[in-house]
């Protein structure tokens, strides 16, 4: 855990400067002025416990730490922030959960709030200031974090992941730009299998990763897990189809694939084994800050996913909101510093911390300086509008974030591209599998 | 005549003074034992999730798992881990056990040089197994390319059959210095003058083990092979951190199952009912190798008839 003080701030105040972010006594006289006029004062001797997923971009660590140790400042609350790998984030937010104890905030993936609604702080009055002032929230981060009216947690961020590739190796295969369609992807895949620089998805239990680009294939065709009514529809012809296009983009991807986790296809990348993947930007940020692989951030540029037969994005992006816990003893303290991070004064400089590595979700903050400071950057600043929210065309909620957690459509592609079933039987499996879900 | 008070009675009374000896063990057994071992199987009757209190629905999450093929290739991966990896760890472990237990230079360290296996923390013995394995950055790939062997990385991880043997292989090298230390152990209490009497009746090598190791050593056997079993049954760690019961839940055992339904995907009974599932696996692990291996006549010295 970590405790942070205006020593801890300071001391961290160079590699901040580096990333343009507001430091030092600027960064107190906000927090101090801001405090004082928020809608929500901190409850005295306020103490707030924090867990988050642990960063990929040291800079974007950086500027949270930051905001923390001016809220603490500003606002008098001690503040013990924690970080987690992406994988046990959850399992730790639902320990806390279950027991009533130990959080106060969980700055989580998906849609966590929805998976314990009853233990979760309402957020309307943040999300209704916030919304008002930066622009309103995108469609899909307000999907992710309502339940009815109800605000179950804050949307703070998308985490875009889009296709990073290597322009030498597309311009080998013959291809001048990243395909905009399916039909040309799994062309270019082929090409760039045929030049010996594959391409490569994970197919493996990979939450962000393997459940990214797998919902992609199967919205592409049309195809859902379920429908408006949260009927099950994923045995279909739509679903079949998108067996089919994936089968043949698997056998163009390197091997190995369906033991992938979210972190193997950035070792790959980097180690010039694989030459296109979707991620987020931590792969082209990793390569431009390695001296020793200034060529190959050169050659790395990032496009918008290909859109399927369905004629429109069909982009799953990893939804990133943090929720405070009902339980909490300081729900004024939770709401002020949860309002306090997305305040422009911190947010654009917090989003430039993490170069691209987090999209806003409030409309306002389209025109932050991080989308044109690198032309590479521009793509992921579309993450949080063009995603759909976990769930699809079907109700947000406990049982769609279940299925994204248990794998379903994951296992469904895998069980097919590796031959473990064929279309009937893969299809077959991931409905039952939603039936006892959605039972 | 008044009666002793509660503190007399504990000075002469050998009754009470036991029964408040055994108090603070119940307590134990009961807090940390039985209760959740209740608390699980009461889950599993119910459709509790995760920070939400559940109702009772009778069978039905069993009933949802019976039809459940994903629950059925995690007994399946299960059975077959535990099978194989206990097998094994029991023949090799035996082996070295013997080998150790003979007159051989620097004995002291090649003892101490089996338990290493057994020091390493598993994440860390599973992560280092999970590089050696790894698709793209395998080290047994790399060798077996740079020395012309093979023209391609293997698939360890990506392939289901590959996927299991390594899981298996992770497992052996992690439990075998457990069996193999304590059999030594086993075999140090064998009296040398049995093989006295033995090699002056003519026995032979094979005679001695089979005659007089074997048959001294079974209730040691039935000991660390149960625990042996149980271990590589409930196994989740290794498994977890190599594989997350990939590809295609080749590796998925009943115990990260469990933990993906319960923890991950937040439903708690259903995943007290994978649990649960266990139990009548484990008790018939320890019901046979109890049971089968440790007769009473053999601890008595009497024939195997």
Known sequence: MQDFTRRTLLQGGTALAATGMLTGPALFDFAKAWAQSAPWKAEPGAKLTVMRWKRFVPAEDDAFNAMVAAFKTATGTEMNVFSESFEDVQPKASVAANTGSGLDLAWGLHTLPQLFPTKVLKMNDVADYLGKKYGGWTDAAAKTCKLGDDWLGIPVATNGGYMTYRKSALDKAGFKEFPKDFPGFLEMCKALKANNTPAGFALGHASGDGNSWLHWVLWGHGAYTVDQNDKIIINSPETAKALEYCKALYDSFIPGTPSWNDSSNNKAYLAGELYCTANGISIYVAAKTDASKKELAEDTYHALWPVGPVGKPTELQLALPILAFNFTKYPNAAKAFVAFMLEKENYEKWLDGAQGYLTQTLNAYESAPIWTADPKNYVFSQASKRTLPASGIGTVGEKAATAIADFIVVDMFANYCTGAKDTKGAMAEAERQLKRIYR | MSEDSAWTQLKHNRNWLGFWFMVPAMAFLIFFLAYPLGLGIWLSFTDTRIGRVGHFIATENYEWLWDDSIFWLSVFNTLLYTFVA???????????????????????????????????????????????????????????????????????????????????????????????????????????????????????????????????????????????????????????????????????????????????????????????????????????????????????????D
């Open chain 2, 86 to 304: 206990s097998a094994l760890k029991f023949a090799i472990g035996l082996y070295l056990a013997l080998l150790l237990n003979e007159n051989m230079p620097f004995k002291a360290m090649l003892r101490a040089m089996v338990l290493i296996p057994f020091i390493v923390p598993t994440v860390l013995s599973a992560l280092a197994f999970w590089w050696i394995f790894d698709s793209q950055f395998s080290i047994i790939s790399w060798s077996l390319k740079h020395l012309g062997l093979i023209n391609q990385n293997i698939n360890f991880l990506g392939d289901t059959t590959w996927a299991r043997i390594c899981v298996i292989f992770a497992n052996i090298w992690r439990g075998v210095p457990f069996v193999a230390i304590t059999l030594l152990a086993g075999l140090q209490t064998v009296s040398p003058s049995l093989y006295e009497a033995a090699t002056l009746d003519g026995a032979t090598r094979w005679q001695n083990f089979r005659y007089i190791t074997y048959p001294l050593l079974t209730p040691i056997i039935a000991v660390v092979m149960t625990f042996s079993v149980l271990f590589t049954f409930t196994d989740f760690q290794l498994i977890w951190a190599m594989t997350r019961g990939g590809p295609v839940n080749a590796t998925h055992l009943m115990a990260t199952l469990s933990y993906q339904r319960a923890i991950i995907a937040g439903q708690l009974g259903e995943g007290a009912a994978i649990s649960s599932a266990m139990i009548p696996f484990l008790l018939a692990a320890i019901m046979v190798s109890w049971f089968g291996l440790q007769r009473r006549k053999w601890q008595q010295g009497e024939s195997n």
